[in-house]
């Protein structure tokens, strides 16, 4: 008997070439893909919920992945934990009823991208944020993160995919910018996010704290709808995590307790 599943899965993407299969590059689904074989016997398809690109990270990709064999979600992770190299994990899984889309199901996402700003990078941390040794302006990145809120057009902060997109029309729920010490957090949750947005999204902050772009800038972007140029610049990837994908009611708010990230 088929069962659907749903699996909850993080991974340190600084070795991979994002989610997807890749022909000449490794990429985190094929090794799910590999892992689940042993357990089936057989070769398993796994449906993410994002595309993430090399280099970035996750802490909650949502997949989805059809089983023959009955094995309880418990011994599912279990079983791929075991097999899994130890920079992807499986942290939860349940069954799912066949409707369930990774994709398509889901009615946002929150990613969180990680800047150090200091003098000197701590090597501990290199993987896993981005840096900038020169001073940024909390407030004016603040003020430029709001006027990313609500349904805009971002084709002026995506990179082309290479793919034809039915709309580059996406709705922000909210953008927090957080700072503890040296370190800042941004955090975005929105509909959907297009190729790339994140990260240019967040390179366009770094800009504006930097003194090198206005906050209004944002809008003046945005009301162009114009292909993105050389303005717009695409920040490090190892600082980017996709942190949560929601199902059901959409993440309207802000999350409680962000300036912990």
């Not at 003020?143 to 997109?165: C, I, M, Q, T, W």
Request: charged share 25%; with cysteine; glycine share 8%.
């Amino acid at each position: 008997m088929k069962r659907r599943y749903k699996a909850t899965i993080a991974y340190d993407g600084t070795g991979y070439s994002g989610w997807q299969c890749q022909e000449n590059a490794v990429g985190v689904q094929q090794v799910v893909e590999a892992a689940l074989a042993h357990l089936e016997g057989g070769a398993v398809r796994v449906f993410g919920s994002s595309r993430t690109d090399a280099g970035v990270h996750a802490k909650g990709l949502v997949c989805h992945f059809t089983l023959t064999k009955p094995i309880p979600p418990a011994n599912v992770v279990r079983a791929l934990n075991a097999r899994l190299p130890d920079s992807i994990r499986v942290f939860k899984a349940s069954y799912a009823p066949e409707s369930f889309d990774a994709r398509t199901s889901a009615t946002g996402k929150e990613y969180r991208y990680r800047l150090y700003q200091a003098d000197i990078m701590p090597p501990h941390l290199a993987p896993y944020w981005a840096f900038c040794h020169r001073p940024l302006d909390l407030a004016a990145m603040r003020k430029a993160a709001s006027y990313f809120v609500g349904r805009h057009d971002f084709v002026s902060f995506a990179a082309n995919p290479n793919r034809e997109l039915e709309s580059t029309v996406r709705r922000i729920f909210s953008f927090e910018v957080k700072k503890a010490g040296p370190r800042y957090t941004f955090i975005v949750r929105g509909d959907g996010f297009l190729y790339k947005q994140v990260r240019s999204m967040a390179g366009f902050l770094i800009a504006v704290g930097k003194g090198n772009e206005k906050p209004s800038a944002v809008r003046e972007l945005l009301r162009a709808k114009a292909p993105r140029t050389a303005r717009v610049e695409t920040a490090q990837p190892r600082g980017l995590f996709l942190w949560k994908v929601f199902y059901g009611r959409a993440p309207v708010k802000a999350p409680k307790g962000a300036a912990k990230a």
